[in-house]
């Protein structure tokens, strides 16, 4: 079992950057590969990014790709989501996820992962 807790939302206005942290309990942590989520209101929950366990190979949408990086520290049990060039469509929930069949290849549905945090907002107010 793995908890997970995110951190790191708040306002900020377009062109601003954010940092998102993940923090996750438990020794498993670092076999797993994570991914981030956001749901904006109304809409379905989205698949941002994914990074394998060892940190070796990372994923990012198209709707991110080039503004958005995914990293992660084994020694701290912590995922990172870096926001550069934030959009008012940025505008969500953001949720970290882990994935722990250990497997290659590239997961983006939310039903591929199998613990969730709470969640932390990220508003790009218009």
């Known amino acids: 079992q793995v908890q997970l807790v995110e951190s790191g939302g708040g306002s900020v206005h377009t062109g601003g950057s954010l940092r998102l942290s993940c923090a996750a309990s438990?020794?498993?942590?670092?076999?797993?590969?994570m991914g981030w989520f956001r749901q904006a209101p109304g809409k379905e929950r989205e698949f941002v990014a994914r990074?394998?366990?060892?940190?070796?190979?990372?994923y990012v949408a198209d709707s991110v790709k080039g503004r958005f990086t995914i990293s992660r520290d084994n020694t701290k049990n912590t995922v990172y989501l870096q926001m550069n060039s934030l959009k008012t469509e940025d505008t969500a929930v953001y949720y970290c996820?882990?994935?722990?069949?250990?497997?290659?290849?590239?997961?983006?549905?939310?039903?591929?992962?199998?613990?969730w945090g709470q969640g932390t907002q990220v508003a790009v107010p218009s």
């Open positions: 996820a882990a994935d722990r069949i250990v497997r290659a290849g590239l997961f983006t549905d939310k039903s591929d992962y199998d613990y």
């Open positions: 438990g020794r498993t942590f670092r076999f797993y590969a």
């Open positions: 990074i394998s366990w060892n940190g070796g190979s990372t």
